[in-house]
C-alpha cells in the first residue's frame, strides 16, 4: 500500500491491516507493560486471533469512515502507531491517539505520525476540530499533543475506571485554523 517516510532515521507511517497480526502480537508482546501503563490498548490481544481481531475492529471502522490505525515502523520493525479513535466527517470533528513500545520512545515518532494524521484530517477531509485524550499522568502523550501545538481545554475527572481506581483524563485539541496558521508561521520562519 503506502509508506509515508517520517524522517532521516528509517521511520515510516504504514496502514496497519489484520494481516499483521502476527507481527502487531510480538510488538505488543515487546511493549505492553508499558504500553498498558495508561492505556488498555491491545489488552485483548493476547495471541494471533485476538491482535487479528483488534485490527480488524479498526479496519471495520477505517470502511465506515469512522476511524483508522496506522503502524509506525523503525528500520523494518513494527514499533508503534497512531490511530483515528473516532472520526466524524458529518461533524468535523475527530480524535486521534497513540501507543508506542519502549525501545522506540525518545525519538519523536509519535508527534511526526500524528502531524500526518493531522494534516490529512484537516487538508484532506475537511476536518475542523481533532482532539487528543491523554491520562493525566501520562506525561509523555502529554507532551505531543504540546508539541502539536494543542490547547489543553480540561480534565475529566475521575472518568476511566482504571486498574483498581479512576483515572482522570486530559483534553487538548487544535482547530483547522489554528493547525494552518502554526503551519504558515513554521514555512515562514525556515525562509
Known amino acids: 500500500m503506502y509508506a509515508i ?3 532521516d532515521d528509517g521511520a515510516e507511517l ?22 498498558n501503563r495508561h492505556i488498555p490498548f491491545g489488552a485483548k490481544a493476547t495471541d494471533v486471533d485476538s491482535a487479528r481481531e483488534v485490527i480488524q475492529a479498526y479496519a ?5 469512515d469512522r476511524g483508522s490505525i496506522h503502524g509506525i515502523w523503525l528500520d523494518g520493525t513494527l514499533v508503534g502507531g497512531v490511530l483515528f ?26 508527534t511526526r505520525a500524528s502531524r500526518v494524521l493531522i494534516d490529512w484530517a484537516f487538508d484532506e477531509r475537511g476536518m475542523h476540530r481533532v482532539a487528543w485524550h491523554a491520562a493525566a499522568e501520562n506525561t509523555p502523550s502529554i507532551n505531543v499533543a504540546r508539541r502539536l501545538g494543542m490547547t489543553r481545554e480540561g480534565v475529566l475527572r475521575q472518568s476511566y475506571p482504571w486498574r483498581d481506581g479512576r483515572q482522570d483524563y486530559e483534553i487538548w485539541a ?14 515562514h520562519s525556515d525562509h
Open 85 to 110: 479513535v473516532s472520526f466524524d466527517a458529518a461533524t468535523g470533528c475527530c480524535e486521534i491517539g497513540c501507543w508506542l513500545e519502549p525501545a522506540a520512545a525518545g525519538r519523536g515518532l509519535i
Open 174 to 187: 487544535v482547530l483547522a485554523p489554528e493547525w494552518r496558521d502554526a503551519r504558515a508561521r513554521a514555512a
Open 60 to 64: 471495520d471502522k477505517r470502511a465506515a
Open 14 to 35: 504504514r496502514p496497519l491491516e489484520p494481516w499483521h497480526a502476527e507481527e502487531f502480537l510480538a510488538h505488543l508482546d515487546r511493549g505492553r507493560e508499558f504500553i
Open 5 to 7: 517516510p517520517l524522517g
